[in-house]
């Protein structure tokens, strides 16, 4: 069974600071997804990594996607309250496009 | 990406009774999928709305509980059948492309929130 662990499960900072949410499997993913969910509505993808190695940036948002494609790593550079919600991670199964395995969610809570 | 709207946004239901949650897209889609979201939890792929066949269900999930129409490339329902207070939770639906491997993105319904007494 493919199962993502993310990690800390919750998160609780002050405006200004910074954070680093894991994304750690021993499954390969072809490619993997973070998603930011608010309350009363669905997720919203930020951004897809695809290459092991890989870095996007999202303004003060930075992703990562691990060399071996089995973690990924998403780092907040001064956190704002509008940052606030619950950050999902999710992989699509190597070989098998339609798919996606979510992780086991971490809930931010940023402080103004 | 699409816009992606699901009817009732919010039920609360009595034990034993069924209710059908439609899914309602604004182009066609390739792929629709179902998944169920416990309160503060994650996400729980309930099965693949597959168009003009049977759902796809995930292990712990069957038809005879979440009956799944896909009658057309926009249109999904999901029925939850027999309900519990087990059955509470937040119910999603999410659309994908097909483009190939790495496009494997989903976009996500606002969800319905079921509560059952």
């Known amino acids: 069974t493919q199962l993502l662990e993310q990690s800390p499960q919750f998160l609780s900072i002050q405006e200004g600071e910074n954070l680093t949410v894991y994304c750690n499997s021993s499954?390969?993913?072809?490619?993997l997804q973070w998603y930011r969910q608010e309350p009363g509505e669905g997720p919203v993808l930020l951004v897809t990594?695809?290459?092991?190695?890989e870095v996007k940036k999202l303004k003060r948002l930075t992703f990562q996607f691990g060399d071996a494609r089995k973690d990924s790593s998403l780092h907040i550079t001064a956190a704002q309250p509008g940052d606030t919600g619950l950050y999902l991670c999710?992989?699509?199964?190597?070989?098998?496009?339609?798919?996606?395995?979510f992780g086991t969610g971490t809930r931010l809570q940023v402080f103004p | 990406s699409a816009v992606i709207s699901q009817k009732p946004s919010r039920d609360i239901c009595q034990r034993g009774t069924s209710l059908t949650i439609q899914c309602q897209v604004d182009?066609?889609?390739?792929?629709m999928f179902w998944y169920r979201q416990q309160p503060g939890q994650s996400l729980t792929l309930i099965a693949t709305a597959n168009q003009g066949s049977e759902a796809t269900y995930e292990s712990g999930f069957v038809i005879d509980k979440f009956p799944i129409s896909r009658p057309n490339l926009t249109f999904s329902t999901l029925t939850v059948s027999n309900m519990s207070p087990e059955d509470s939770s937040i119910y999603l639906c999410?659309?994908?492309?097909?483009?190939?491997?790495?496009?494997?993105?989903?976009?996500f319904g606002p969800g319905t929130r079921l509560t059952v007494l």
């Open positions: 999710a992989g699509a199964i190597t070989y098998n496009t339609d798919k996606l395995i």
């Open positions: 999410s659309v994908g492309y097909d483009r190939g491997p790495g496009t494997d993105t989903q976009y």
């Open positions: 499954s390969v993913f072809s490619s």
């Open positions: 182009s066609q889609v390739t792929m």
């Open positions: 990594v695809v290459t092991g190695g």
